[in-house]
């Protein structure tokens, strides 16, 4: 056999069955060709859209990826999808978890211009009351109470204080930014934290020029996103009367807080109450929390001001006796 007849079958043996003359005279193929550009982008779309989507909720990637799908990519309608769920899921465990004892919790006071809101909110354990969801649901209880104080068309000649229940709490709305009830939102938290809560109560107070509201609390921590909310385990207001405005009326206001707190008295009482007895009750017949050679009433008198009502809130308080019961 030739030399080339021998190149030639070892040719074809190496590339298969085409005779290397074929093999020649073909042009070669193309490899296949990836057009990445727009798959790219809409995949880069997608991802931006589902981390914006996980960025506003909070929700998990998986149920954020399935709003997306359900809702044909639509941000907004994810978001609404995603609440509803929720809501439902929210709704289904608080049924489950109704009953159990909601002892901690966490108590909110917010101030804006004349008007003060003091909110109760109850949860099982300390752990979730130190919760960021926990204290956003704080928050929107004490935006609520606040709206619907401010939503109340009255002259003021003299101070208005107020109090919710539970059930006239949870019917508030949930604010501008939020659809839905108080209750709503408590289901909503109940479902991300799974434990049960209890809207407890709110009390606000208005005043008019010539009226101060002092105001303490006690483990005080800020809001996380509102600077002028303050979450505690004990909360007081302290109406005040003034003839002339005081610069050190915001300290005065914040060491009566501290004295209703601690002393827990049920009345004001007057500057002639003789301490001791049943006076031991009234606000200004106390020794005075932060100098117990003095009265309260001995404190005050000096100062310029006349302590008219006060607003004190325990977290907890009442379930034990509750219980007792």
């Known amino acids: 056999m030739s030399l080339l007849r021998l190149l ?43 981390m914006k989507l996980r960025r506003n909720t909070g929700y998990s990637f998986v149920n954020c990826k399935k709003a997306l799908e359900t809702c044909g990519g639509d941000l907004k309608q994810a978001e609404i999808w995603l609440h509803k769920q929720a809501q439902k899921e929210g709704w289904s465990k608080a049924a489950k978890l109704q009953g159990r004892k909601t002892k901690e919790g966490l108590i909110g006071l917010l101030q ?22 926990f204290q956003q649901l704080v928050q929107q209880v004490a935006l609520g109470t606040m709206m619907h104080c401010q939503s109340l ?4 000649s003299t101070y208005s204080k107020g109090f919710l ?53 006690h483990g ?52 002639d109450d003789e301490p001791g ?9 106390q020794p005075y929390l932060l100098d117990p050679s003095i009265t309260l009433g001995q404190y005050v008198q000096p100062q310029g001001v006349s302590v008219v009502d006060f607003v004190r809130f325990e977290c907890g308080e009442g379930e034990e006796a509750a219980e007792t019961e």
């Not at 068309?153 to 003021?156: A, E």
Request: glycine fraction near 10%; charged fraction near 20%.
């Open 112 to 133: 804006e211009g004349n008007t003060t809101v003091l909110v109760e909110v109850n949860c099982e354990t300390d752990f979730v009351s130190r919760n960021l969801k």
């Open 165 to 217: 229940n539970s059930s006239e709490l949870s019917g508030l709305p949930a604010g501008p930014d939020r659809e839905g009830s108080l209750k709503d939102q408590l289901a909503l938290a109940i479902g991300k934290l799974g434990e049960n809560m209890t809207l407890k109560r709110a009390a606000w107070v208005k005043v008019p020029s010539g009226f101060y509201v002092g105001s303490y609390v």
């Open 153 to 156: 068309k009255d002259q003021l």
């Open 277 to 285: 007895g049943e006076a031991e009750t009234k606000m200004l017949s």
């Open 8 to 50: 030639r079958v070892f040719l074809v043996a190496r590339t298969g069955s085409h005779p290397v003359g074929s093999l020649l005279r073909q042009s070669p193929q193309p490899r296949h060709t990836f057009h990445a550009g727009p798959r790219l982008s809409a995949s880069a779309s997608s991802k931006e859209l589902l």
């Open 220 to 271: 005080a921590m800020q809001s996380p996103s509102l600077h002028n909310l303050v979450l505690g385990k004990y909360g007081a207001l302290v109406i005040c009367e003034t003839s002339e405005q005081k610069t050190n009326l915001e300290d005065i206001g914040r060491r009566l807080g501290q004295h209703v707190v601690g002393m827990a008295p049920l009345s004001v009482g007057s500057l």
